[in-house]
């Protein structure tokens, strides 16, 4: 099995045939990589490194550049992986060699959760934000099962010649869904790989991404039409306007002048990519901030991007709650906390702050005096 998706081709007028990154003939097989989890791999791209690449191929020097820094890497299949790079690192950040891949190769780079999409400008540009609006529909399906089984992250990992009609037909099946205009895929073989722990989600939106593909749901969610990506995609938000939001408008705008930023009852309303949404919700500050009303205690909060995990831990420190996790059962549901959560409540109830920070990853919590405990949504749990 082969650890690093790519895009080694050779080309017939009929199809593509793949070719694994880290396939050597005659080699024995590598050892299997434990690709970081997003946290970890966000952390360690700050790390410095030195390399020397002359007249490296692109596939090579990617399925190298994957292994010894245990991120895993995807190559979109336009791509020509035998171009050559010709660059030299040296005491440079791990992320600043991935943006120099991509700038040097005229590409776009994605940093889609544990993985490096390399693609062309405008495919990398948008997967994202069409996963999260994707996303987003799943949370709020009719159907709970299926809106878990979306939402569930999961490694995948597939047998070389595989058919990227059959994985999409695959997923489909793991979520207990529908496909229609699955002939809008058309026939390739695509090698062995093995994904980081991904959602349903993502990982549908990666597969039909390289075809410009999304999906769209019917309405009771157990139904998936298979659609072109739109040319444009954006998602919108609403952000405190603070003292001045006709400033603040202002200063975001040149922070990021793609986005279309407008002032409407006090608050900022943002319409960009999720990117955007990340630096200008970095300018904000996170604070937990508590007020006495009518004898409760009321919470803001605002968290972007963060592991649930550590949430909830930070949560629990300032709160002075014993935090429980029934692990086994969290497992066992295939949710991790090292998923990324977005949120934000304002002067809501201890209970309300957790809803809005569990239900998103379809967990539950049940508070017992002091003590937190943290669950899988629709079961009973009565041991930490």
């Known amino acids: 099995m082969n650890h690093f998706r790519s895009n080694a081709c050779c080309w017939t007028p009929a199809v593509w045939v793949w070719v694994a990154l880290t396939t050597v003939r005659g080699a024995a097989a590598e050892e299997p990589v434990r690709w970081r989890t997003a946290p970890e791999a966000r952390q360690h791209r700050g790390e410095r490194m030195s390399l020397t690449w002359s007249g490296m191929p692109l596939r090579r020097a990617l399925a190298s550049l994957a292994r010894s820094q245990r991120i895993a890497v995807l ?4 791509i020509d ?9 040296d005491g440079e950040a791990v992320d600043e060699v991935f943006q120099q891949i991509a700038r ?10 544990p993985l490096a999409y390399f693609a062309p400008p405008a495919a990398a540009r948008r997967l994202r934000t069409v996963t999260t609006l ?35 037909e695959t997923l489909a099946g793991e979520a207990g869904v529908k496909l229609e205009s699955l002939a809008q ?29 999304t999906f769209r749901f019917d309405d009771d969610g157990r139904t998936l039409t298979l659609v072109a990506v739109p040319d444009l995609v954006a998602i919108e938000k609403g952000y405190p306007g603070g003292k ?58 605002t968290i972007q991007e963060k592991p649930l995990g550590s949430v909830l831990k930070q949560l629990a420190e ?3 709650l014993e935090l429980q996790i029934d692990r086994e059962a969290i497992g066992e549901a295939g949710i991790t906390l090292d998923r990324l959560v977005s949120f934000k409540v304002d ?28 669950f899988p949504a629709g079961i009973n749990s009565s041991t930490p």
């Open 318 to 320: 300032k709160l002075k």
């Open 134 to 168: 994707r996303e987003n529909e799943a949370r709020q399906l009719p159907s709970k099962k299926i809106s878990q089984a979306m939402l569930r992250q999961r490694a995948w990992n597939w047998d070389d010649l595989a058919v990227p009609r059959e994985l999409v």
């Open 75 to 78: 190559l979109d299949r336009r």
């Open 347 to 374: 002067e809501a109830t201890i209970d309300e702050l957790f809803t809005a920070a569990l239900k998103p990853a379809g967990l539950s919590f049940r508070r017992d005096g002091t003590a937190l405990k943290v």
């Open 104 to 113: 040097d190769q005229h590409l776009g780079l994605s940093w889609f959760g």
């Open 81 to 89: 992986p035998d171009r050559t790079l010709e660059l030299t690192f």
């Open 185 to 213: 895929i058309p026939h390739d073989l695509w090698p062995a790989a093995d994904l980081p722990p991904l959602t349903l989600v993502e990982r549908l939106s990666l597969v039909l991404g390289e075809f410009d593909l």
């Open 244 to 301: 001045n939001p006709r400033e603040k408008a202002e200063r975001w705008s040149k922070l990021a002048p793609d986005c279309r930023i407008e002032v409407a009852g006090g608050k900022i309303v943002v319409r960009g990519l999720v990117e955007d949404h990340e630096k200008l919700g970095g300018q904000e500050t996170r604070t937990v901030s508590a007020t006495a009303r009518s004898g409760d205690l009321r919470y803001t909060l």
